[in-house]
């Protein structure tokens, strides 16, 4: 099946700190999402993102699907940020619609 | 909208008891899905569902059974559970074009089995 890499798997920032966290997958997608887990194991939708650049306040990302890497971009980090990144991939190959290939995260810890 | 709800938060089961674990969605999504995380890793496709009546397994499927009766409700079932399930529960569901299938999950449910 498809695999999804995330790097750096960990990230500690002092506030105010930019940072650019990569996911990497082996096939085609045609769904790409990236999450945010909080310290309270809450999932977060932050962008779904299959190819291109979006915005969304101190938080961008983008997608080159032809080269097989999404980049999230979190900008003026603050204490908030900290929790867990996860990138999650469709691939069409796997005949569900349904099934989110997940990476292993990139823990960001932000501090005063 | 409430969205994508879970029931219960948290649960403790001894080896061998079942139980049922709820999800529920009000926005008219036709697919709905069940992972796990385990510490330390990302989410694993349990089983899911693209419409009432049509269920299928995914990556993870041993131990669990589902249904889905009604577009909104989507239960996961543990037969007998096993200290191996110990672990967090999201349910998740998705609807729109087949190019756009963003996926919204669940609070999650908190399973320990001892």
């Known amino acids: 099946g498809i695999q999804v890499e995330q790097s750096p798997p960990d990230l500690i920032l002092q506030e105010g700190a930019n940072s650019t966290l990569r996911c990497n997958f082996s096939?085609?997608?045609?769904?790409l999402q990236w999450f945010h887990q909080n310290p309270w194991g809450q999932l977060i939708n932050l962008f779904y993102i299959p190819s291109g650049t979006k915005q969304n306040g101190r938080l961008s990302a983008t997608t080159v699907a032809t080269e097989r890497y999404s980049l999230l971009y979190i900008s003026s980090s603050q204490t908030t940020d900290s929790g867990v990144y996860f990138c999650a991939v469709r691939t069409p190959k796997t005949g569900t619609a349904s099934k989110l290939t997940f990476g292993t995260g990139t823990r960001l810890q932000v501090t005063l | 909208n409430a969205g994508v709800t879970q029931t219960p938060k948290f649960q403790v089961l001894k080896t061998g008891q079942s139980m049922t674990l709820q999800c529920a969605q009000d926005m008219n999504h036709e697919y709905m899905s069940w992972y796990r995380q385990d510490p330390g890793m990302g989410l694993r496709l349990i089983h899911y569902?693209?419409?009432?009546?049509?269920?299928d397994q995914g990556e993870v499927p041993n131990g669990y059974n589902v249904s889905r009766s009604t577009t909104e409700d989507f239960p996961l079932r543990l037969l007998s559970a096993a200290p191996s399930q110990t672990s967090v529960y999201f349910c998740?569901?998705?609807?729109?074009?087949?190019?756009?299938?963003?996926?919204?999950f669940g609070p999650g449910t908190r399973l320990t089995v001892l």
């Open positions: 569902s693209v419409g009432a009546g049509i269920t």
């Open positions: 096939d085609s997608v045609n769904n």
């Open positions: 998740a569901s998705s609807s729109g074009t087949p190019r756009r299938r963003e996926q919204f």
